[in-house]
């Protein structure tokens, strides 16, 4: 097969998928094939022993035939990828498995890629192309990290990945709020707030948001609920940035 064909794409940013060179999804119709895609991507290119990956697969009790189904699944799995340099992707290595994953080919990693040219090109005084790459990089998101097969991945990776991607958002609208573009950042805002509502970064865009479009005593009442919630549920005020944002709208101040 030539080299150009064996280009893959494997999606952990939602649901777990694997996408060929075409666009198309492979087909993998059962549950287990997918659960096992699921744990050999959260350790792409390394081995996966076989115990970890028959504990995924059976996390409650594996039954007697369980060494041989992981086989089976292994096989159904190698049928649909593609090879690598003529070779299979998935390969028996010791007393595991490994997953061949190319540079490119993984979205996450991509995600990564992209989310360091944003930082790299804000660094450089580039935000117009700052923007362009971090939404690419949020483009990839189709919901939680390994979203059908949430057991698969070390928590710590989905926790890296989650906290990666409400950074990466909010520096993009910061980029677009200093570029002026505010066109549909409230309501973006709101849904972004909604979702983490204890994220106090949100509520400070938010206000500079409101509060560059004129909008301040609106700001003012954003400012109010969020001190209610975090007393609420935290025992705790606003943090020292959210404060003297505060008092600089309360003031008529620019930043």
């Not at 991507?41 to 039954?63: G, I, N, S």
């Not at 939680?144 to 906290?163: G, N």
């Not at 409400?166 to 066109?183: F, H, Q």
Request: charged fraction near 30%; charge should be positive.
């Amino acid at each position: 097969m030539p080299e150009g064909r064996e280009q893959m794409i494997f999606r952990v940013l939602g649901s777990v998928a694997a996408v060929g060179r075409d666009g198309a999804e492979l087909p993998l119709r059962a549950a287990k094939v997918r659960t096992l895609l699921g744990v050999l991507l959260a350790h792409a290119d390394a081995r996966v022993p076989a115990d970890v990956l028959r504990a995924a697969l059976w996390p409650d009790r594996p039954p007697r035939s369980a060494t041989a189904n992981l086989q089976t699944y292994v096989s159904e799995l190698r049928r649909v990828l593609p090879p690598v340099a003529r070779r299979p992707r998935l390969v028996l290595d010791r007393s595991g498995y490994r997953l061949a994953v190319r540079p490119g080919e993984l979205d996450h990693h991509s995600f990564e890629a992209l989310a360091g040219e944003g930082r790299r090109e804000l660094a450089a005084g580039r935000p117009a192309r700052a923007v362009e790459a971090l939404r690419r990089a949020c483009g990839l998101w189709r919901g939680e990290p390994f979203e059908d097969v949430p057991h698969v991945a070390d928590e710590a990776l989905a926790h890296r990945l989650r906290e990666q991607h409400w950074v990466v958002r909010e520096s993009l609208v910061e980029t677009r709020l200093a570029l002026g573009d505010r066109a549909g950042l409230v309501a973006e805002l709101d849904a972004m707030i909604a979702a983490a509502p204890l994220r106090e970064g949100l509520w400070l865009l938010q206000m500079r948001v409101l509060s560059d479009g004129g909008r301040r005593a609106e700001a003012l009442a954003r400012y109010r609920r969020l001190h209610r919630l975090l007393d609420t549920e935290l025992g705790i005020g606003p943090g020292v940035e959210l404060r003297r944002l505060h008092q600089r709208i309360l003031t008529g101040q620019t930043w």
